[in-house]
């Protein structure tokens, strides 16, 4: 069974860093892309980044380039998310997903996500 | 970037009611689309990939159809364990990846 859980979400103030960490089991990590997206309180789903499978290469959204960094540890079966220079509008629920494959970036698992709160 | 928009907003129907919800995108994703539910408290689940192909434990009550730049989810015999908020998101064009805004339905 696929499984995936983010930790390491929390308070932090505005231009702090937070670094997120998503276990995952179940499943041959390193064979898989992988990505964060987010959720704002009672808002849609959005983006944040992905990874391919070495982690040699990394995609972002404008929203976050720059700020963000996706990378993973295969031989621990780990992906992370460090967040620098934080924003009250980076404020959400972060979910680490399974990406369908290395062509086609849909979610097929999703871990249950970890909240960020964005204020001083 | 390739914008989604999802339609309705929100939607009431029927236990046992069939339910469509749509999703058009600004331009041609070639059934690169996907469909996400998701219930209140939880994360987000795949339901529907490549605009028709129904994700492993999905209901065969949900069906997904579409091309071009229309597509849409359909709920056969609504039950009370579908009421979730679903989100459409398209993959053909990225980055960025874009999801449309959410469609959340209830039961009457």
């Known amino acids: 069974e696929v499984q995936l859980v983010e930790s390491g979400g929390g308070l932090v103030q505005p231009g702090r860093s937070l670094k997120l960490s998503c276990a995952a089991s179940g499943f041959t990590f390193s064979n898989y892309y992988m990505a964060w997206v987010r959720q704002a309180p009672k808002k849609g789903l959005e983006w944040v980044a992905t990874?391919?499978?070495?982690?040699?290469?990394?995609y972002y959204p404008d929203s976050v380039k720059g700020r963000f960094t996706i990378s993973r540890d295969n031989a621990k079966s780990s992906l992370y998310l460090q967040m620098n220079s934080l924003k009250s509008e980076d404020t959400a629920t972060y979910y680490c997903?399974?990406?369908?494959?290395?062509?086609?970036?849909?979610?097929?698992?999703w871990g249950p996500g970890t909240m960020v709160t964005v204020s001083s | 970037d390739i914008q989604m928009t999802q339609s309705p907003a929100s939607l009431s129907a029927s236990l046992g009611e069939t339910v469509t919800i749509e999703c058009r995108a600004s331009e041609d994703i070639y059934s690169n689309l996907a469909w996400y539910q998701q219930k209140p408290g939880n994360s987000p689940q795949l339901l529907i990939y490549d605009a028709n192909s129904l994700a492993d434990g999905v209901p065969s009550r949900f069906s997904g159809s579409g091309s071009g730049t229309q597509y849409s989810l359909k709920i056969n015999s609504l039950q009370s364990e579908d009421v979730a908020s679903y989100f459409c998101?398209?993959?053909?064009?990225?980055?960025?990846?874009?999801f449309g805004s959410g469609t959340k339905l209830e039961i009457k």
């Open positions: 998101q398209q993959y053909n064009n990225y980055p960025p990846l874009t």
């Open positions: 997903a399974t990406v369908g494959g290395s062509r086609y970036w849909y979610f097929d698992f």
């Open positions: 990874i391919s499978t070495s982690g040699s290469r990394t």
